[in-house]
Antibody, heavy 120, light 108 residues
Framework: QVQLVQSGGEAKKPGASVKVSCKASGYTFSNNGISWVRQAPGHGLEWMGWISAYSGTTNYAQRHQDRVTLTTDTSTSTAYLELRSLTSDDTAVYYC?????????????WGQGTQVTVSS | SYELTQPPSVSVAPGQTARVTCGGNNIGSKSVHWYHQKPGQAPVLVVFDDKDRPSGIPERFSGSNSGNTATLTISRVEAGDEADYYCQVWDSSSDQYVFGTGTTVTVL
């Protein structure tokens, strides 16, 4: 069965960077893109970016494109999110999600989420 | 940028029908997908491409999309349907995924 398993929670200070991993199993990793979505406390879902696991092509949300880098390691079927210059506004649960459908239009499997807390 | 607007909350009695709307400019021309999310859990896809259900999702969940409004309908509501519900589209004009503002469905 398809599974996305994310790395554990992180506590960071303002100005630092964080890198979250998402290990996929149960399907051919290169067949689907991976999106990253975050959810701040008490708020809704916010899409941050997408990466093709086949080509490495990326597409970032406009408001995050200067601070986010998405990468994949096809040898381990793992996707990564790096977020730089952290502020308290980046405190959130970060999810990876497999993009499905004919044009990767929806997200059919999700990781369990990774809590990132930014505090001095 | 493209925006999707949902009502903050919908309340429904057990056994009745809940309807969650998702408003967007000419949303009927896009494919709409719906997720539910229970507290402390990751979102789960319940409807894709306007009206199709992933395997394992009950037939009680259905969707429609026309004009400026997409609708998720939950028939014969059960206590276990209490969750936050989000709509989502792919906006081709900006090459961005967009999520709706979210609706909390409460079973009375």
């Amino acid at each position: 069965q398809v599974q996305l398993v994310q790395s554990g929670g992180e506590a960071k200070k303002p100005g630092a960077s964080v890198k979250v991993s998402c290990k996929a199993s149960g399907y051919t990793f290169s067949n689907n893109g991976i999106s990253w979505v975050r959810q701040a406390p008490g708020h809704g879902l916010e899409w941050m970016g997408w990466i093709s696991a086949y080509s490495g092509t990326t597409n970032y949300a406009q408001r995050h494109q200067d601070r986010v880098t998405l990468t994949t390691d096809t040898s381990t079927s793992t996707a990564y999110l790096e977020l730089r210059s952290l502020t308290s506004d980046d405190t959130a649960v970060y999810y990876c999600a497999r993009a499905g459908g004919h044009f990767d239009s929806f997200h059919d499997y999700w990781g369990q989420g990774t809590q990132v807390t930014v505090s001095s | 940028s493209y925006e999707l607007t949902q009502p903050p909350s919908v309340s429904v009695a057990p056994g009745q029908t809940a309807r969650v709307t998702c408003g967007g400019n000419n949303i009927g021309s896009k494919s709409v997908h719906w997720y539910h999310q229970k507290p402390g859990q990751a979102p789960v896809l319940v409807v894709f491409d306007d009206k199709d259900r992933p395997s394992g999702i009950p037939e009680r969940f259905s969707g429609s999309n026309s004009g400026n409004t997409a609708t998720l309908t939950i028939s014969r509501v059960e206590a276990g349907d209490e969750a936050d519900y989000y709509c989502q589209v792919w906006d081709s004009s900006s090459d961005q995924y967009v999520f709706g503002t979210g609706t909390t469905v409460t079973v009375l």
